[in-house]
């Protein structure tokens, strides 16, 4: 980035000048969207294994490697309610982390701002963000206004929410003047979506950034303040929903960073080399990248290049980025043995290293703790796909399962219930083995609360064809690129989209401001069998006609941008008394008759259409 080579200091009235030295070497090693995933499954992830692959990595190089995460640290799950030592598990697993800091992603805000703040209270390291402001309370006094102030060392930090920060490359000292750094300082900036309000469940007093105009904005003005106090390598810890956002801020004239932590998206930026855990594959962003998608390379509008990484998330992957930077503080060259590694026993093992106790006792405790919840709800002949790159990028049988279940569950208590909907992001995990060889599995309570891990309540939305067309085209915007408001339809529910055509624009009230031409044709059996056209040709065949629509709370209000808010006049009707939350309603459903051990639940869903521009619009 810019030069801060020349530093004015004035020491007992002596200027002084210091200059950087002819390159630098810097290791980052990075993670991101880890969601609280603490146990290990099939063999790999897991907090003892991954802390073991941190530090392994790590202590190749101490003294030139920084370990950062981008966010979304923690989210809704069984895990998340288990207490241990008096603290939250994943407290305690923070503790085992050794990072340096970590942005704030949006999964952060969805237990309240109270469990937030005890996570922060006891974290080792701090939280970054440019972008969330929050207005008083708890938050409020841990977030620290950094303004145009010396930036804090991130090494004396912890706990605090903070714009930017610095860490120390070497030994920081201190001194009776305050900190010296025997080494070279690395500025940190944070970055947090600009879509909180429609994909967390925010804390009132929190405040985040309309578009992505004002993030570019947010995030050049902390740059610009490290480069005037000299620190010339930058590293954005960004947690934009996805890497192609994050180069999207490159594409809208961001400069003075030198490396985006990509987060939010589970973007697994890997090249042909890169060894990863069996089934995966690189994200689809690496098609045609060049010359490397990890990292992935741009050049800012003054021409110094820009790099991108990211993993894939749930304590599966960790990054190694090796750099040399010149004496301007700009990319020199690309280190030969830059890549993602696997959370598995054979990262462990080429780098020599294995769990500590500490870890392994945590895992040990968790799993003591979850017994109750390996009771068999049902048995399974279908893999149910709750994968991620799937659910929120077309229907999946375990998309179609959780929504049949909702209408299930409104009908079976007297509610009316026309389709069921829900968002491809609130699916979290698969369910069962994916090779069954013709066997019935048995699915776990605790399969089914790890793949819906927010347990939202179910509701009835009585709306008009209208509003569920827009709703339908909201989450059809960005199809393709991953975002959580994919919509899975019910079995009865047929739903064809066309990608070429024109998606919905929103505008900065959450107001429709180009309406969306996505949803082709939509159609719905009822219970007599008659079927409805609510689409036909993009064109509503009846607007004003009523529906009921089986959903969740979280979308029903607004969540990934579902039932807009100049939708006009809704009733939400919550399903029970207390009321019924999804995962007890999927429970429901694989216990009743409909069920039949899943054999109708193909996957992809015979039922799933969508219509490619490559193959000609119908």
């Given amino acids: ?79 998340l309610g288990v207490r241990l030592e008096g603290l939250p598990a994943v407290a305690l697993a923070h503790r085992d982390l050794a990072i340096d800091a970590s942005a704030l992603g949006n999964h952060e805000f969805d237990v309240g701002e109270s469990f937030l703040d ?35 060392w991130a090494e004396e930090s912890s706990g605090m929410v903070l714009s ?12 009776r003047d305050g900190h010296v750094c025997r080494g070279f300082a690395v500025g940190l900036v944070g970055a947090t979506t600009d879509r909180l309000e429609t994909v967390a469940s925010v804390v009132p007093r929190a405040r985040s950034l309309p578009d992505l105009d004002a993030v570019v904005r947010a995030i050049q003005q902390e740059v610009d303040r490290l480069d005037a106090e000299g ?71 003054d021409g110094a290049p820009v790099l991108v990484v990211a993993t894939d998330g749930q304590y599966r992957y960790v990054g190694r980025l090796g750099l040399e930077f010149d004496r301007r503080g700009r ?39 979850f017994e109750p919840a390996r009771e068999v709800v049902a048995h399974t002949r279908r893999w149910l796909n709750g994968e991620r790159e799937d ?65 939202d309540a179910v509701v009835v939305v009585q709306t008009t064809h209208r509003v569920l067309k827009e709703t339908l085209e909201a989450g059809l915007r960005g199809v393709g690129t991953g975002r959580g408001g994919f919509p899975h339809l019910d079995s009865n529910a047929v739903l064809v989209f066309d990608p070429s055509y024109p998606e919905q624009v929103r505008g900065a009230d959450g107001s429709i401001a180009r309406p969306g031409e996505r949803v082709r044709e939509l159609r719905y059996r009822r219970g007599d069998g008659s079927v409805v056209t609510v689409v036909s040709d993009g064109r509503l065949v009846e607007p004003d006609a009523s529906i009921a629509v089986a959903t969740l709370d979280y979308v029903a209000r607004g969540g990934d941008g579902y039932f807009p808010r100049d939708a006009g006049e809704m009733e ?22 409909a069920w039949q051990e899943g054999l ?15 193959e000609g619009r119908q």
């Fill in 1 to 79: 980035m810019r030069c801060g080579a020349l530093i004015a200091l004035l020491l007992v009235g002596l200027a002084c000048r210091c200059e950087a030295p002819e390159s630098r070497t810097l290791f980052v090693v990075h993670a991101g969207d880890m969601e609280g995933e603490l146990l290990p499954r099939e063999g790999e992830g897991g907090i003892a294994r991954f802390s073991a692959l941190v530090r392994a990595l790590r202590d190749l190089d101490p003294e030139r490697t920084l370990v950062v995460a981008a966010g979304d640290t923690f989210m809704p799950g069984p895990a």
């Fill in 118 to 152: 005890e996570i922060l209270a006891a974290s080792p390291f701090p939280f970054l963000s440019a972008t969330v402001f929050f207005e008083g309370g708890p938050l409020g006094e841990r977030q620290v206004r950094v303004g145009a102030g010396p930036t804090p």
């Fill in 164 to 175: 930017r920060a610095r860490r120390c490359m070497g030994r920081l000292e201190k001194t």
């Fill in 231 to 301: 620190i010339d390598i930058v590293v954005l810890l960004s947690h934009l929903q996805g890497a192609h956002r994050d180069l999207e801020l490159v594409e809208r004239g961001l400069r003075g960073v030198d490396v985006i932590v990509s987060g939010g998206g589970d973007d697994r930026l890997a090249d042909p080399g890169h060894r990863l855990l069996t089934r995966d594959e690189p994200s689809p962003l690496c098609a045609g990248a060049a010359p490397t998608c990890y990292p992935l390379r741009r050049r800012a509008a």
């Fill in 331 to 369: 990319v020199r060259r690309v280190l030969p043995d830059s890549a993602p590694w696997p959370v598995d026993d054979r990262s462990l093992e080429t780098l020599g290293a294995a769990p500590d106790a500490r870890a392994r006792a945590l895992e040990e405790e968790l799993k003591k703790t």
């Fill in 391 to 455: 659910a929120r990028n077309r229907e999946t049988n375990l998309g179609v399962l959780t929504a049949d279940s909702l209408v299930h569950a409104a009908r079976s208590r007297g509610l009316a219930a026309d389709i069921g909907l829900r968002n491809g992001g609130s699916i979290r995990t698969s369910i069962g083995p994916r090779e069954l060889g013709g066997m019935a599995a048995p699915i776990h309570r605790y399969d089914v609360d790890t793949s819906l891990r927010f347990d």
């Fill in 572 to 593: 939400i009707a919550f399903v029970g008394e207390e009321p019924l939350r999804e995962r007890a309603a999927l429970i429901e459903y694989l216990r009743s008759e």
């Fill in 600 to 614: 109708s639940y193909e996957d992809p869903p015979r039922k799933a259409l969508a219509v490619v521009a490559e």
